[in-house]
Structures are given as structure tokens and as C-alpha cells.
């Protein structure tokens, strides 16, 4: 595998405004890059960068190992799919996907011929001819990134081109962009502020939050293993909670007077050091028979629903603790001010950075 | 580089269209206005005295304003509840009563005076006898007032009308009154307590374009017959030079008062114009 | 009202009585808008004796004054909405897109919304002062540049001069039609299109000027239409001795100067059919714009 894309100390100001910061990434060819955060974290900023709507403030951005910090726009080669579309009303269908190689000045045969591939593509030749008023939301951004892809671009950018897409609709177009971009092995960056969304498509997650890398890593990675409490957050929704280190070589910590036991490293830490630790709620449960470490005496505060999953809120000593568990009809829940035991694996308990 | 960029980014044929577009806007005015000072160089302002000396002057221009406004009541008893109606109970007929408030755009002021004097002009008879209901209305004074305030209401009608209703369109009078009804509020109280007050922005607009047409409105006026603003500035351009110039700055200042009102209480949103 | 009557259940009774609520705007429509309309449209099929005739439409076509009148209202209107839909384009493209500092858009559509609403006689009287003989710019050319409009052959009062006055109220109106037009145009269209390798002549001339030309061509027809029902301004500056087709129309109000009032209510009628084509026009291009930019 070798480097495609590469960001090199990428910044970006606007007057006083910091929106991103030091920016660092190489992408590999063919990959699936996404950025996930909130909005006004960077992450729609960068990839206009990588565009060129946005000239850096400082850093370099090559690919193939060309530096095309400072090429405009339209000598980039890079597609991008837009959140609104942005589809030409002036045109058809087939015309917007060619407008790139016409504009390329490329043959009118090979431009009717690689259209047809890409309504093939797109499973939508037969509305070639239809005018963009005439498709719903999801024909549109489909022909928007046969559009991007029709020019055989290095990079393909998608800024959050599902969110204005009904939720449906939103799943079924995830999974084709991800078949379409495995299938032309194209190096896509995907721009999120849907955790969901960046978990099932990607490769490789990029975190941001005010304009800073939070933590860069495969879904698996940052889901399971999140760094910061930013991530711990605003992936999946974690437990965290403030302990003190007792013995940093077994991973003995004190929670308010609760002794909880961690398999994660502690080796930069010691005795008496304040740590942020993070516990996802379905890796807490209810069954603590026969079990010694980590059972913890609960009440019960709140039973959500949540479809496929129940949400049941407790107190632990003095902090709320939220449990995630399996909708089946078996299930047996306890009422609202029961005292429970909860408990959870020592892997489960994950140390945080700051 | 930095300089060349710069120098680049200057929108210098946006600057130049924009000047272009202010001097063809401001040169007229500035030159009616100079001109309304050239009289006596001892007296600058001798032309606006002498105009605003003449009582026909002001029984022209007290009277134009009466039928503005006259014409400003009667289109918002008509226009309102009209267009209440339309919204509220009957929106099958949106489409012919729209079709008729922009019909004025396509009768023109002249067309209209036209017809209107070939009816009106004849007096009123049972049909198949020769028996005489009415005087023709343009025979008596009060007959042709009528017939000139149902003129300017006509011409004023695609603005009044269009007006009221994206006010109501915005406020969603529909809820508005079910929740008033809901309250127990009875019709009269829901047109004047809660209707108008919250269209009052948009009836102030309609109001004040009426007025900027109205005031100064020459074709009806003239051939109707009546001395108004507009046949008294026309005739003494016939036969004086300084006090028609000094009139017109003055009509222009009205126009922009009532335009900038409107502005003001649309929140800037531009009115198109439409027939002269 | 035919399907009020033809529906069924408990809502009859209500339906027709319903409508009773713009009887008075139908009325007053009737009588004040329709009835004086259609009874242009009668008389000018009527021969002085009152007998049914088609020979007032058919010597709208070959009387020479009248041919003439309706050649210079259509020759003037079509100079100055070519003229006035060009400019006002441009002022509006340079208030929106072109780049100038926002606070002169909101200056230029308030000027716009008076100067397209100044017209008839103090127009007259203003361009008057500024290009008539003794005006304030005819001096300025002659006293700084050492040109005589009037020994080059320019007149106030001709074909020309009234073109120039008329483009006071037309270039406003397409600058108010034109800034939102302007508006619709989508930033990333733009960017779509530079992202797709596109520059910018190509931009404007594949997408943005595709997408506005329904809007320019609809404005421009409805500068068409107000310029040709424009009486007030023409009467005051010329008198009457520029034939437009109001003028004509308006000589024959005051007395029959052509010995055939069927024949002048032909013309009015004349008059309201190019009116109304200019108008249909207009909001023809106006849905087809709405529906690609919605």
C-alpha cells in the first residue's frame, strides 16, 4: 500500500478564528477515510481544502506525492459530492454526469459511453433524460456522485451527502456508496457528523473537534478503544467517571470508595494519579453471580426503550451509570427504585488521556 | 503576487456598472433641482415659494391626497376580507381572483379611463325602456369621484392585493383564526382585533405604493376631468419653467418617502412597479 | 360554479353560499375592470351605424397612422427593454454576484423602488433639466467637452430622447426582478462546476446564464409591456407628437381624430392583446425559472 492523499501540517484561519489546527493524515489508496465530529469542528473545512475552495493558512497537500496546495480548484481532479447536491437544473442527467468530460473537451462518443457506464453504475439509465426537478432526494445525490466519479478522479470528497436524505433512504445509499467506492477502489474522504454513518462505511475514522484531531483509527479502534473523553462521548454514548489509581500495576482503581479493576495499560501512571475511565453501557450487565471483581451495587433510577436495545438508567454510589441491554421477550427487568447489581468485565473499563 | 491578487479580486466592471447605474439615477434629480434654484440668484428658493404660494397648488394637491386615501380605505374594505375569504373558506378561487388583481397590468390606465367613459359616460336606463335610473356618473361630481377612487383602485389593485395576502400567507391566518374562534372570539372580533393587526406591516406597504401612484397619477385624473396634482403640474409645465421643476423634486421627494417607508416597514423587501 | 352544484351530501347547502363572501370583489370587478373592457372589446367590432363589422380590426392593419403608431410603440418598447433589461442585468449582477460591499445592494433596490415608480409628468420635467436645450447636461458636454448634443443631432423630444427617459423607470424594474433571480444562483453550483474542471467562462456560459436567461427574458418582457401602456410620461415630454399607440388613443378620447370611434376602439383592443401575450409570456418563463430553482 502506498501513500495517495496526504495532509502535511495542515492549518487553516480565518482572521482570529482557528478552525483547523495541524492537521496530519496520509491516506492510502483506495481507502475510506471519514471525518466525524460536530459541526464547526473543521472537518467540512479541511475537505474544501483538499478541493480547493480553501487555501490552507499553513502546510502542503499532495497527492501522488504532487504538491497541489496552491492549484485552483478545477486542476485538482478530485470529485466532490455536495450536501445539497448541487446538481446543474439547467441540465439532464446524462448531462450533468458528462458535464465534466465536456468541459475536458473529451469526445463526444466517449463521453455518451462513459455516461452509460455510470447510469449502469448508479442502476439509473432510465432516467438519463429527466431533469434534476423531476428525481426525488436520493436519485439526486446518486447522479451527484456519478457526476464526481464520471471525470475518474484521484480523491473522491463527500460532504455529509446523506443528511439531507430521509433516514431510509440514507441507509440504502450508505451501503451503495461504500459498494461503488470498494468496487472502483477509489480513495474516498467522507465528511460526518453522523457516528453511525462514519462506523459503517469507513476504513479508517478521523475524529475532530474545534478544528483538532481527536483520534485517527479503524471503527473498531475508535468505537471499542476511544482515547479522549471528546471521543468517548461523541461515539456511542460512554459511562465515564473520574477515579484514582491504587496500584498501577494490577489496574486496581477507587470510584468514589468503589474499587474497580482495568486489564487497560496504566504504565505511564502512578499511585494517587486522577484518571478520566470510560465504560460503554452494554458492556455493563445485570449478571454478577458468581463473580468477585467489579460487581456493583445499584439502584434503579429510569427503563428507556430503545427499540432493539433497553436502556436502563442506575445510580452507583453517587454517579449515574446508563446499561444498555438486548430487547427479547425473556428479558426480566427490574422496576424503578430496585437495588440491582451491576458488573462488567476488566476490559471493559478504558482509561482516558487527558 | 499578493498585489497582482488583489488587484485581480477588485470587481472594477461591478464598480463601474454600479457608478454608471448611480449618476443615470441621480443626474436628473440633482439637474431638477439646480434648475428649481436658477430662477432669482438673490432668492434660490423663490420657485418653491411661488408653487407653494398658489392655492391651486394646494387644492390640486389636498385633493389628490384625498382621493389616495379614499382610495386606500376603499381597496382595504374590498381586498381584505376578499382575501381572507379566499384563504380561509374558498381556495378554489384563488386562481380567477389572482388572474383578475394582474389584469390591471395588462388594461393599462389609458385602456381603462377609455372604457370606463364609454359606460359611464351614458346614463343608466331600465334595459328595453327609456327610462332613466341615473345620470351618467361622469356628469356629476360625486359620480365622477366615485369613478375615479374605482379607477386608482383598479390600478392599485395587483400591489394592494398581492400585498395583503403574502402578509396573511406569512402569518398563517388560518390558525390564527381557529384559535381566536377557539377563544370565542365572534367575526368582527377576529377581523379587527386579530386579522389587521397582524397584517398591518403589510397593508402599510400596500398603502403607501398606493399613495406613491396615486398622488401624482395624470391619465385618469385628466381625462375625467378633475384638478388634481397631476393635471396641475402637467398644465403649468405648458406655460412656466422654474415652478414645474421645483413640483417635480418635490413629487420625487414623496415618491422616495413613501418608498422608504414601505422599506422600512417590510424590512426591505423591493416592490416591482409596473404599468406608466 | 357548475361543480358546486353537481356535488352531493350536506355540503350543497353551504357550498354556493360560500361564495357569497367575494360577491363585492366580483362585483366590483364587473363593473369597474371587466364590463369597461369588454365593452372596448364590443364596440370595436361596430360600424358607426351599429352593425357587427370586422372591418375596425382589419384597418388596424392597414391604416398607415394606425400601422405607424403601434410600429413606434413596439419599436420604443423593445429599445428600452432591451436596453434597460441589459443594464438593470448588470447593476443587479454587480450588487449580488459581482462583489461590491453588501450595504449597496440594499441602496440600489431602494433607489430602484423609487425610480421605477417616478414616471409621467415629473420625469418628464426632470429629463427636461438635464438633456432638454437649455439642460443641465447639455451644458456640462458643451461648456467641458465641447460637444453640442443638439447641432449632433440628438433631440429630448424625438425617438431617441424618449428611449432615454423611459430607461429611468425600465432598468429599475429589472434590477428589482433580476437581484433575487441572482440570488437563486446556488454557491455550489459554482463550485460543482469549478470542481468538475469548469472555469468561470464556462460556468456562466453552460450553467448560470442558462438558468437565469427565463428570468432575463421574462423581465424583459414585462419592461416590454410597461413601456408599451406608458402614456403619461410621452404626453408630458413630447405633447403628442411622437404617434405612439397611448398617444393615438389618447387624441381619440379627447375627440374623434379619426373620424371612427369603432376604429379607436380597435386599437385599444389592439393594445390589451399585446399586453396580455407580453404578460402570459412573463409568467410563462417565470414557472419554468420557479421550477428548476425551488
Same mark, same amino acid.
Given at each position: 500500500m502506498t501513500t495517495h492523499l496526504a495532509l502535511e501540517n495542515v492549518s487553516k484561519n480565518f482572521g482570529d478564528f482557528v478552525a483547523v489546527r495541524d492537521f496530519n493524515l496520509e491516506v492510502e489508496r483506495g481507502e475510506f477515510v471519514s471525518f466525524l465530529g460536530p459541526s464547526g469542528c473543521g472537518k467540512t473545512t479541511t475537505l474544501r481544502m483538499i478541493a480547493g475552495f480553501e487555501m490552507p493558512s499553513t502546510g502542503k497537500i499532495t497527492i501522488n506525492g504532487n504538491d497541489i496546495t496552491n492549484n485552483p480548484p478545477n486542476q485538482r481532479n478530485v470529485g466532490m459530492v455536495f450536501q445539497s447536491y448541487a446538481l446543474f437544473p439547467n441540465m439532464t442527467v446524462a448531462q450533468n454526469i458528462g458535464f465534466g468530460l465536456r468541459v475536458r473537451k473529451e469526445k463526444e462518443a466517449d463521453i455518451k459511453d462513459r455516461v452509460n457506464e455510470m447510469l449502469? !453504475?448508479?442502476?439509473?439509465?432510465?432516467?438519463?433524460?429527466?431533469?434534476?426537478?423531476?428525481?426525488? @432526494? @436520493?436519485?439526486?445525490?446518486?447522479?451527484?456522485?456519478?457526476?464526481?466519479?464520471? %471525470?475518474?478522479?484521484?480523491?473522491?470528497?463527500?460532504?455529509?451527502?446523506?443528511s439531507a436524505l430521509d433516514a431510509k433512504i440514507r441507509v440504502s445509499l450508505r451501503a451503495e456508496i461504500r459498494s461503488i467506492q470498494q468496487k472502483l477502489g477509489i480513495t474516498a474522504i467522507y465528511v460526518t457528523h453522523d457516528q453511525e454513518e462514519a462506523l459503517s462505511l469507513?476504513?479508517?475514522?478521523?475524529?475532530?473537534?474545534?478544528?483538532?484531531?481527536?483520534?485517527?483509527?479503524?471503527?473498531?479502534?475508535?468505537?471499542?478503544?476511544? !482515547?479522549?473523553r471528546f471521543v468517548a462521548n461523541f461515539v456511542g454514548s460512554l459511562n465515564t467517571a473520574e477515579a484514582e489509581i491504587v496500584d498501577p500495576g494490577k489496574g486496581i482503581l477507587n470510584m468514589d470508595g468503589i474499587q474497580l479493576l482495568s486489564s487497560n495499560v496504566l504504565k505511564d501512571k502512578s499511585k494517587g494519579d486522577k484518571v478520566t475511565i470510560a465504560?460503554?453501557?452494554?458492556?455493563?450487565?445485570?449478571?454478577?453471580?458468581?463473580?468477585?471483581?467489579?460487581?456493583?451495587?445499584?439502584?434503579?433510577?429510569?427503563? !428507556?426503550?430503545l427499540g432493539s436495545v433497553v436502556r436502563v438508567e442506575v445510580t452507583i454510589g453517587t454517579r449515574k451509570f446508563k446499561m444498555d441491554t438486548f430487547n427479547r421477550p425473556s428479558l426480566n427487568l427490574p422496576n424503578i427504585g430496585d437495588a440491582i447489581k451491576a458488573t462488567c468485565s476488566d476490559k471493559a473499563v478504558l482509561i482516558l488521556k487527558d | 503576487m499578493n498585489f497582482l491578487t488583489r488587484l485581480r479580486r477588485f470587481p472594477f466592471w461591478a464598480w463601474f456598472w454600479f457608478i454608471l447605474g448611480a449618476l443615470y439615477f441621480i443626474l436628473p434629480l440633482y439637474a431638477t433641482f439646480s434648475f428649481s434654484l436658477s430662477w432669482d440668484p438673490?432668492?434660490?428658493?423663490?420657485?418653491?415659494?411661488?408653487?407653494?404660494g398658489d392655492s391651486r397648488f394646494w387644492n390640486s394637491f389636498l385633493y389628490s391626497n384625498m382621493l389616495a386615501l379614499a382610495t386606500i380605505?376603499?381597496?382595504?374594505?374590498?381586498?381584505?376580507?376578499?382575501?381572507?375569504?379566499?384563504?380561509?373558506?374558498?381556495?378554489?378561487?384563488?386562481?380567477?381572483?389572482?388572474?383578475?388583481?394582474?389584469?390591471?397590468?395588462?388594461?393599462?390606465?389609458? %385602456?381603462?379611463?377609455?372604457?370606463?367613459i364609454r359606460i359611464y359616460s351614458t346614463p343608466f336606463t331600465i334595459p328595453f325602456t327609456d327610462i332613466v335610473l341615473m345620470q351618467p356618473l361622469t356628469n356629476f361630481r360625486a359620480g365622477t369621484n366615485i369613478l375615479i377612487v374605482a379607477g386608482y383602485m383598479v390600478l392599485s389593485m395587483p400591489y394592494m392585493y398581492r400585498s395583503v395576502d403574502t402578509g396573511m400567507r406569512t402569518v398563517d391566518i388560518r390558525t390564527l383564526t381557529e384559535a381566536a374562534q377557539s377563544l370565542g372570539a365572534n367575526w368582527f372580533t377576529i377581523i379587527t382585533r386579530v386579522i389587521l393587526p397582524n397584517i398591518r406591516s403589510a397593508l402599510l406597504s400596500g398603502a403607501l405604493l398606493t399613495f406613491a401612484i396615486v398622488v401624482?397619477?395624470?391619465?385618469?385624473?385628466?381625462?375625467?376631468?378633475?384638478?388634481?396634482?397631476?393635471?396641475?403640474?402637467?398644465?403649468?409645465?405648458?406655460?412656466?419653467?422654474?415652478?414645474?421643476?421645483?413640483?417635480?423634486?418635490?413629487?420625487?421627494?414623496? !415618491?422616495?418617502?413613501?418608498? @422608504?417607508?414601505?422599506?422600512l416597514v417590510s424590512g426591505g423587501q423591493g416592490q416591482a412597479a409596473g404599468a406608466h | 360554479m357548475a361543480q358546486v352544484s353537481n356535488s352531493s351530501g350536506p355540503m350543497q347547502a353551504t357550498s354556493w353560499k360560500v361564495w357569497l363572501g367575494v360577491v363585492p370583489f366580483f362585483l366590483f370587478a364587473?363593473?369597474?375592470?371587466?364590463?369597461?373592457?369588454?365593452?372596448?372589446?364590443?364596440?370595436?367590432?361596430?360600424?358607426?351605424?351599429?352593425?357587427?363589422?370586422?372591418?375596425? %380590426?382589419?384597418?388596424l392593419f392597414t391604416e398607415p397612422l394606425i400601422v405607424n403608431s403601434y410600429r413606434l410603440s413596439i419599436q420604443i418598447s423593445a429599445v428600452t427593454a432591451l436596453g434597460g433589461g441589459i443594464f438593470g442585468f448588470l447593476l443587479a449582477y454587480s450588487v449580488t454576484v459581482g462583489g461590491l460591499p453588501k450595504p449597496l445592494r440594499s441602496i440600489l433596490v431602494t433607489f430602484s423602488g423609487v425610480a421605477s415608480n417616478f414616471a409621467g409628468v415629473p420625469l418628464a420635467f426632470a429629463f427636461v433639466a438635464t438633456l432638454g436645450r437649455q439642460g443641465f447636461m447639455t451644458a456640462i458636454l458643451k461648456d467641458v467637452f465641447n460637444v453640442d448634443m443638439y447641432e449632433a443631432g440628438f433631440n429630448l423630444y424625438s425617438f431617441a430622447g424618449l428611449s432615454l427617459v423611459y430607461m429611468?423607470?425600465?432598468?429599475?424594474?429589472?434590477?428589482? %426582478?433580476?437581484?433575487?433571480?441572482?440570488? @437563486?444562483?446556488?454557491?455550489?453550483w459554482r463550485e460543482a462546476a469549478e470542481n468538475l474542471g469548469a472555469n468561470t467562462t464556462q460556468y456562466w456560459l453552460r450553467i448560470a446564464m442558462p438558468v437565469l436567461l427565463p428570468s432575463i427574458l421574462g423581465a424583459m418582457i414585462l419592461l416590454f409591456g410597461n413601456a408599451f401602456g406608458a402614456y403619461a410620461t410621452a404626453y408630458a415630454l413630447t405633447g403628442g407628437r411622437l404617434g405612439l399607440v397611448t398617444i393615438q388613443i389618447g387624441a381619440q378620447i379627447r375627440g374623434d381624430v379619426l373620424y371612427n370611434p369603432g376604429l379607436g376602439y380597435a386599437m385599444a383592443v389592439g393594445m390589451v392583446i399585446i399586453m396580455a401575450v407580453s404578460l402570459g409570456g412573463y409568467s410563462w418563463l417565470q414557472s419554468k425559472t420557479e421550477r428548476w430553482l425551488k
Open positions: 449502469a !453504475t448508479i442502476h439509473m439509465e432510465n432516467k438519463a433524460n429527466s431533469y434534476p426537478y423531476q428525481l426525488s @432526494g @436520493g436519485q439526486m445525490q446518486r447522479v451527484a456522485l456519478a457526476r464526481a466519479l464520471a %471525470i475518474r478522479p484521484e480523491v473522491l470528497l463527500l460532504d455529509e451527502p446523506l469507513s476504513d479508517r475514522i478521523v475524529v475532530m473537534n474545534v478544528g483538532e484531531m481527536e483520534q485517527v483509527g479503524s471503527p473498531f479502534e475508535v468505537y471499542n478503544f476511544p !482515547t479522549t465504560i460503554r453501557p452494554e458492556r455493563l450487565s445485570f449478571l454478577a453471580e458468581g463473580k468477585k471483581e467489579n460487581v456493583f451495587d445499584g439502584k434503579v433510577e429510569n427503563i !428507556t426503550f | 438673490a432668492d434660490p428658493f423663490k420657485a418653491y415659494e411661488r408653487s407653494f380605505l376603499a381597496s382595504i374594505i374590498l381586498v381584505v376580507p376578499t382575501a381572507y375569504w379566499i384563504r380561509l373558506r374558498l381556495p378554489q378561487a384563488r386562481r380567477i381572483v389572482e388572474f383578475l388583481t394582474l389584469m390591471p397590468f395588462v388594461v393599462p390606465a389609458i %385602456i381603462l379611463v377609455f372604457g370606463m401624482g397619477e395624470v391619465v385618469l385624473a385628466s381625462f375625467l376631468g378633475v384638478s388634481a396634482f397631476g393635471p396641475y403640474l402637467f398644465l403649468l409645465g405648458q406655460h412656466r419653467a422654474y415652478e414645474p421643476a421645483a413640483l417635480s423634486f418635490v413629487s420625487f421627494l414623496l !415618491t422616495w418617502l413613501a418608498m @422608504g417607508l414601505i422599506q | 364587473v363593473l369597474f375592470l371587466l364590463s369597461p373592457s369588454f365593452r372596448l372589446l364590443t364596440a370595436s367590432f361596430s360600424a358607426p351605424d351599429g352593425s357587427f363589422t370586422f372591418d375596425n %380590426i382589419r384597418q429611468y423607470f425600465q432598468f429599475p424594474l429589472m434590477v428589482l %426582478i433580476m437581484a433575487p433571480a441572482l440570488d @437563486g444562483l446556488k454557491k455550489e
